[in-house]
């Protein structure tokens, strides 16, 4: 086993988790409404019941990263969530359905990105940026495996099947892989580390409080600046085909330009990679937010030239790509790499937040004033955060 091979495994694991345990929810409402005489707002509440469970269970999962834990989190969370997925055609009712989707929120807070990306930077140090990078191109792809695949078993088999089968996926695919390289990374760490964490201990320097982080004027800005970042693509992505054929596209058009959000994603992280070495940190985070807030006005006034519609698809998607690579990057930068799981899981929780605030908040800005409204807000968050986020920088301890 190498280093190269153990980001590898992280990856390709890290898309069966995605795919196999927050995908299938979207990929599989549909299927779900037609089966089950459950209303829509109850099975939606239910994955909004998850986000918030993870949003709890991130700086837990954070702290077991820090004490050497974070091949247990990873491995175990995601396996005990693949059980849940796997009972779900079990529940008879739709309170059943939600309490699963709690424990698998539980859960999703520490086997994805979060914990997966503490890891990475607690074990490989100046290198982390480069191997994120390399996850999240990967687990870009967890929506196309999930969608079709998920759908398709349920179309042949019924949704009990494309449960079982994407819970079997996570299993007996995703668990081994993550567990293999996750431990290698872990027991390099430690074997480079040994005098350090002996001196530490002799010394007593293993003392840590999340409360001294929250006290840092940094810490806020930072956690509240990508948070609202996050609301502003939450609002835009789950709303996405009603405000684009309420900006005039046509229902075809509208389902195309959304399926190329997620490829332009990716196309985002190719180009930060080619970038990366003459632009800093600091740079290509401000691009993002400033990205962002371009595409939200380009998505504003697309009513009057369907063309700006290729331009919001393009920057919305690699804005937020990217920041997805940032996010850890950026806080490792401002809030230093000591206790690095726990910082991260508590700049996680606001964010987690307001994702799984922000379908409900998207509704209530249509019915208070349209999709025009909801967009002008939405720009307002990003530049907001742009402000957030360079406060953040310069009151950096």
């Not at 080619?274 to 937010?289: L, N």
Request: with cysteine; net charge positive.
């Amino acid at each position: 086993m190498t280093a190269r091979r153990a980001i590898t495994f992280l990856a390709i694991g890290e898309t069966i988790y995605w795919a196999g345990l927050y995908y299938i929810f979207a990929a599989l409402l549909v299927q779900w409404e037609a089966a089950e005489p459950w209303p829509k707002t109850a099975i939606t509440a239910a994955f909004t019941g998850a986000i918030l469970m993870a949003a709890v269970f991130a700086p837990i999962a954070g702290r077991l990263v820090d004490n050497g834990r974070g091949p247990h989190i990873l491995t175990f969370g995601a396996l005990i969530a693949a059980v849940l997925v796997a009972i779900l055609p079990f529940a008879e009712s739709v309170w059943v359905f939600g309490l699963i989707w709690l424990g698998v929120g539980a859960c999703l807070g520490g086997c994805l990105y979060e914990t997966c990306f503490a890891l990475i930077t607690r074990t490989r140090g100046d290198r982390a940026r480069r191997d994120i990078t390399l996850v999240t191109l990967v687990a870009g792809l967890a929506g196309t495996l999930s969608f079709p695949l998920s759908n398709t078993i349920a179309d042949a088999f019924g949704w009990h099947a494309a449960t079982w089968t994407m819970a079997g996926l996570v299993v007996f695919v995703g668990v081994p892989l993550v567990w293999t390289a996750s431990r290698f990374l872990e027991n390099e760490y430690q074997k480079a580390n040994a005098a350090e964490a002996h001196e530490d201990a002799t010394t007593g320097q293993t003392g840590f409080s999340v409360r001294g982080v929250l006290k840092k004027p940094a810490f806020w800005f930072l956690a509240i600046g990508f948070a609202i970042l996050g609301g502003n693509h939450g609002v835009i992505i789950n709303h996405i085909l009603p405000i684009l054929t309420d900006r005039g596209l046509s229902r075809d058009a509208a389902v195309i330009a959304a399926s190329m959000i997620g490829p332009m994603q990716v196309a985002g992280r190719l180009a930060m990679m080619a970038a990366e070495k003459r632009v800093s940190s600091h740079g290509i985070t401000t691009a993002c937010f400033v990205g962002v807030a371009c595409a939200g006005t380009a998505l504003f006034f697309s009513k009057y030239s369907a063309a700006l519609v290729v331009m919001f698809v393009i920057l919305q998607g690699s804005g937020h790509g990217v920041t997805s690579i940032m996010r850890p990057v950026i806080t490792k930068e401002v809030l230093g790499t000591r206790n690095f799981g726990a910082i991260s899981g508590a700049v996680a929780v606001p964010y987690l937040l307001s994702w799984a605030m922000a379908p409900v908040a998207g509704s209530l800005l249509w019915e208070a004033g349209g999709y025009d409204l909801a967009i002008m807000v939405v720009v307002g968050l990003a530049l907001s955060g742009l402000v957030l986020y360079r406060l953040a920088v310069r009151f950096a301890p």
